[in-house]
């Protein structure tokens, strides 16, 4: 079965800080790995990473992932109170374009 | 440019009744994918369509979750019978993704759903 394990589940930092968010996992036959903001309503896309070592970079935020590790990391820099959100991971796996396999997700917290 | 629209944006239903909960995706994307999010949970797959074609239901908890992709476009997720432990956001999402390429999913608002 597979799985996707994000840590930490919750982070609480000031405005101004720097985060690692990290993603786990273990699947059959990996495609890609995704991640997504949520706030209190529709998971809005952010990276898909499908290769190892190339770092993806929008703005303040980044993602790289090792195949061989299996695991991915996020970074915020910078943060500010409007990236609070809940930071969901999310892998394709599969011979067609299956569903994706979530994690349970990190609830960030930026305080003023 | 619209996105996933999703509707209603919140059903309550007694416990027995029948729901069905509708979604269109962007205009184009192939695919079309079901998920059920839990609070305090990630979303949970439910099922795939490509096209008209339901390619996977092995998220579906039980029969009496039902969905349908008719023309292609427009999909209902059906549940029969609603339970306390159908109250969920149900989240749907579509992709460009026709198997050949990757691409990324994109979700709409969800509905939520309340049995009580």
């Known amino acids: 079965e597979d799985k996707v394990v994000q840590s930490p589940l919750s982070l609480v930092v000031h405005e101004g800080d720097t985060v690692t968010l990290n993603c786990s996992y273990e699947?059959?036959?990996?495609?890609?790995l995704l991640w997504y903001k949520q706030e209190k309503k529709a998971p809005t896309f952010l990276f898909m990473l499908?290769?190892?070592?190339i770092e993806k970079k929008s703005g303040r935020l980044s993602s790289i992932l090792d195949k061989k590790e299996l695991f991915s990391i996020l970074n915020i820099t910078a943060t500010q109170t409007g990236d609070s959100a809940v930071y969901l991971c999310a892998v394709s796996s599969g011979g067609g374009a299956d569903g994706l396999t979530f994690g349970k997700g990190t609830h960030l917290i930026i305080q003023p | 440019g619209a996105g996933v629209s999703q509707s209603p944006r919140y059903k309550v239903a007694k416990r027995g009744q029948d729901v069905a909960l509708r979604c269109d995706p962007i205009?184009?994307?192939?695919?079309l994918f079901w998920y059920q999010q839990a609070l305090g949970q990630g979303p949970e797959f439910l099922t795939y369509?490509?096209?008209?074609?339901?390619?996977?239901k092995s998220g579906l908890p039980s029969d009496r979750f039902f969905a349908e992709r008719p023309e292609g476009s427009v999909s209902t997720l059906k549940i029969q019978r609603t339970q306390q432990e159908d109250s969920a956001v149900y989240l749907c999402a579509s992709s460009l993704d026709n198997g050949a390429y990757l691409y990324e999913q994109y979700f709409g608002p969800g509905t939520r759903l309340t049995v009580t």
């Open positions: 205009s184009g994307h192939v695919s």
């Open positions: 699947v059959t036959n990996f495609r890609s």
């Open positions: 369509f490509q096209n008209e074609a339901q390619l996977d």
């Open positions: 499908t290769s190892s070592g």
